[in-house]
């Protein structure tokens, strides 16, 4: 199967797993981004972000931007 | 593919998902940030001018990240889009001022706001004036450009059973919604937009859409995997 075609399927059927949506997710990033700058367990902490992350590319971009601007 | 355990339940994840932000002692600079903020007078006045120089450095920072897809767009112009995110940004954190626990530094939460702010204007400011392809790709065009002719006939059972899914699963709105943002690459914030709804209630119809879709596939024996894990940190 080309990348293109996996990469789409995975839009379409997005992660599978119990995740959070959009305004929970801005809710809770600042706390999941500084927890792991800290080192610490953000998954454990913040349970269904990162699954959110994987199926919605604008708040991945977002927590992207803020994790780089964070730990500047 | 592998075998999903579970169909996901966004709302029931919403609900129990999150744990419960406990408020806790705040850092000496977020302390100092909230003293400025909820002070009066000058004292005050700074600390907004201070935020907002703070907000401006954000917007500048995600239009920078931003710049080399937005070619078309001149730089006096996203230097506009900056300030305009940093002021709307501001806006919204001292409204919500009395939100901020401490459970991130008062930096990082202050961030937020103008990176959602900057992200969203450059997302709208990059589709203005194109009209948004609804439901103008199907899967099968999607497929059929993107595959190798072997790969189209080993793959052909999957391939058709996703078709056939998003043709007779969903509902139009939600084919709309799921071909648009996962086919057709438009921003979540420019569909909203122009279909009058919200970023957090358009991601509700593409969750549920998914769900549906990987029903589909499951009564017909296949098996879509999971990629929850699957984000570069």
């Known amino acids: 199967m080309t990348n293109e075609i996996e990469q789409a399927l995975r839009r379409l059927l997005g992660p599978g797993v119990p995740e959070i949506g959009c305004d929970e997710c801005f809710d809770v990033l600042d706390r999941y981004v500084d927890l792991e700058l800290a080192g610490a367990d953000a998954d454990a902490a913040v349970p269904g972000l990162r699954p959110h992350l994987a199926g919605c590319p604008a708040c991945r971009e977002e927590y992207e931007s803020l994790r780089a601007l964070a730990a500047g | ?233």
């Not at chain 2, 920078?64 to 078309?72: D, E």
């Open chain 2, 1 to 233: 593919m592998t075998i999903a355990p579970r169909p996901c339940e966004l709302a029931r994840a919403t609900v129990t998902a999150v744990a419960p932000t406990t408020e806790r002692a705040l850092d000496p600079d977020s302390r100092a940030w909230l003293t400025g903020l909820q002070a009066r007078g000058a004292d005050r006045d700074d600390a907004v001018a201070r935020l907002h120089a703070l907000l401006l450095r954000a917007a500048r920072f995600e239009v920078s990240r931003r710049r080399a897809l937005l070619p078309h767009i001149r730089p006096g112009e996203l230097d506009e889009i900056a300030t305009e995110a940093a002021d709307d940004a501001a806006v919204s954190v001292l409204a919500r001022l009395d939100d901020f626990r401490g459970a991130s530094r008062f930096t990082t939460w202050a961030y937020k706001f103008a990176l959602l702010e900057a992200a969203v204007k450059l997302r709208k400011r990059a589709w203005q004036g194109r009209e948004l392809p609804l439901e103008q790709t199907t899967w099968d065009t999607f497929a059929s450009r993107s595959l190798r002719p072997e790969d189209a006939a080993e793959q052909s059972e999957l391939l058709a059973c996703v078709g056939a899914g998003i043709a007779e699963a969903l509902t139009p709105h939600q084919r709309r919604v799921l071909v648009a943002l996962a086919l057709d690459g438009v921003p979540i914030d420019v569909l909203a937009d122009r279909l009058g709804t919200t970023r957090g209630a358009l991601y509700k119809t593409l969750h549920d859409a998914r769900a549906k879709l990987r029903r589909h596939l499951r009564e017909h024996g296949l098996e879509p995997g999971r990629s929850g894990e699957e984000v570069d940190r």
